[in-house]
């Protein structure tokens, strides 16, 4: 089942358990992907790996403005950011721990030949595609130059 189609399902249970964080969140994934599958040159139907940027992308919104009403203490605002978060996250894959990243970053290093702080750009092309989804791109970033400058 694609995620248009998972989400479409969701959706109706939403509607029906008359759940209104659920269906705005739901809604709004299923908005991205619209949008996505009707931009100019777009194929009929959007790939797997469209799908994972849709959603980490709406994950990342929700995170950014979850970050600001904190600041400003609008509580009201943040729970509904984090509510609409954690419904995204149910689509997305489970996230890799500190270790996983580690592991697999010097893996990476070791595929690219990669030995000084010069090589992060090479490092970070291969990491951002294979870790797409799974780790936070911030998350890599700070790993690849730690790693790349021990």
């Given at each position: 089942m694609s995620l248009k189609q998972n989400i479409e399902s969701e959706i109706k249970s939403a509607m029906i358990a008359k759940d209104k964080t659920r269906l705005s969140a739901l809604r709004a994934i299923k908005s991205l992907i619209l949008l996505e599958e009707t931009k100019s040159g777009a194929k009929a139907e959007i790939t797997e790996e469209d799908e994972l940027k849709i959603l980490t992308k709406a994950a990342k919104q929700r995170k950014d403005s979850a970050e600001i009403y904190e600041q400003q203490g609008r509580a009201d605002l943040l729970e509904v950011e984090?509510?609409?978060?954690?419904?995204?996250?149910?689509?997305?894959?489970?996230?890799?721990?500190?270790?996983?990243i580690t592991a697999a970053i010097k893996a990476i290093i070791t595929q690219t030949g990669a030995s000084s702080p010069k090589d992060m750009g090479k490092v970070m092309g291969v990491a951002s595609k294979e870790l797409a989804g799974k780790a936070d791109g911030k998350v890599i970033a700070e790993k690849v130059k730690a790693l790349l400058n021990s």
């Open positions: 984090m509510a609409e978060l954690a419904i995204i996250q149910e689509f997305l894959p489970k996230a890799m721990t500190e270790e996983e």
